[in-house]
């Protein structure tokens, strides 16, 4: 099983499939519903494959403009309760009252869960909030 380190870029969610030309390719994984990082398994043409492999050709053919996507269910990866606890609090030490408000304006979408956000969302959200004060994320707010 793959690490959270791992998996930045990669998704959640149970799979997508897609078809490129006369193949067929398959990516599952992603978390359970007790948030816990499952592999990721592959197919080509209903064969077993690496996953990485799997996820390298459907980066490419979606790029390229190869692919005809069959289904994808795939979400990005988010920070989840625990951490979206850590900036709410963050933020509330910064005298941010409107989290929401504050991610919205950041991001450029509504958001309406900061557990929702991924790691690079709340990693702007929080950016933004230090600098705010003239500090640099992490550095301890009054």
């Not at 930045?8 to 149970?14: D, K, N």
């Not at 795939?74 to 900036?87: C, F």
């Not at 910064?94 to 990693?123: I, K, M, N, P, W």
Request: proline content about 1%; charged content about 25%; aromatic content about 4%.
């Amino acid at each position: 099983m793959q690490d959270e380190s791992t998996q930045a870029g990669h998704y959640e969610g149970s799979s997508t499939g897609v078809r490129m030309g006369s193949c067929s390719l398959t990516l599952s994984g992603g978390r359970d519903a007790q948030s816990k990082l499952l592999p990721e398994t592959g197919t080509i043409d209903g064969q077993e494959a690496d996953a990485a492999e799997v996820l390298k050709l459907l980066e490419w053919a979606k790029v390229e403009g190869h692919v005809k996507e069959v289904n994808d269910d795939r979400r990005p990866l988010t920070i989840g309760k625990a951490a979206a606890r850590q900036l709410h609090l963050e933020l509330g030490r910064l005298q941010f009252r409107e989290h929401y408000a504050l991610a919205s304006e950041v991001l450029g979408v509504e958001v309406t869960s900061l557990a929702a956000l991924t790691a690079e969302d709340a990693a702007l959200v929080r950016d933004y909030a230090y600098g705010q004060w003239g500090l640099v994320a992490g550095e301890v707010a009054a």
